[in-house]
């Protein structure tokens, strides 16, 4: 496994529509174990395929406390309600800003074995990170989704340090991780 290099927001790499997967290879699996490798040294909740120069529909998430999930091609079936949220990216990485997103989203995928698999979630910080994830594959950042021009705003330096907690490093907060 291998970190890589996280993409900024100002990189096109980041506005351009990613490609399906044809074929699972071990390529396509050495990029899942690397992004996940690098989403966690980051401490972040979620990585898309382009945010590591890879313009493929790819994405892992690890919800804390939780193993890590890889999804190809994943594509939302439904969504339903409405929520606004505070949210970060790795691509903007010290900033925040507030979004509207879906309570409930079902996304289909095929996992890295090539199997198709559902993932449901409810009101939760899954819920959320599917829809950003899945938003970095068609090239949209959480930035295109404000509530309004204004409500984005950069974190005080010791925000961005996550904290130490007894259950290992958490963000510093639910509210305020980068996905
Ligand atoms: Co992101």
Excluded at 3 to 25: C, F, T, Y
Excluded at 76 to 95: D, F, Q, Y
Aim: hydrophobic content about 40%.
């Amino acid at each position: 496994m291998a970190q890589r290099e996280i993409l900024l927001a100002d990189s096109p790499a980041l506005r351009q529509k990613a490609k399906k997967i044809r074929i699972i290879d071990a390529g396509v699996q050495r990029l899942i174990d690397d992004m996940i490798e690098t989403m966690d040294q980051a401490h972040g909740v979620g990585l898309a395929a382009p945010q590591v120069g890879e313009s493929v529909r790819v994405l892992v998430i690890r919800i804390p406390e939780s193993e890590p999930i890889a999804l190809i091609n994943p594509q939302v079936v439904k969504r339903s309600g409405e929520r606004i949220l505070e949210e970060g990216c790795l691509s903007i990485p010290g900033w925040r800003g507030e979004v509207k997103r879906s309570v409930t989203v079902l996304v289909k995928a095929l996992n890295r074995d090539g199997r198709e698999i559902r993932v449901k979630a409810t009101a939760d910080l899954l819920a959320q990170a599917l829809e950003h994830e899945i938003d970095h594959l068609d090239g949209v950042l959480y930035i295109d989704r404000l509530t309004a021009p204004d409500r984005m705003w950069k974190l005080l330096p010791h925000e961005e340090e996550g904290e130490e907690g007894e259950e290992g490093l958490v963000g510093a907060g639910s509210h305020s991780v980068e996905i």
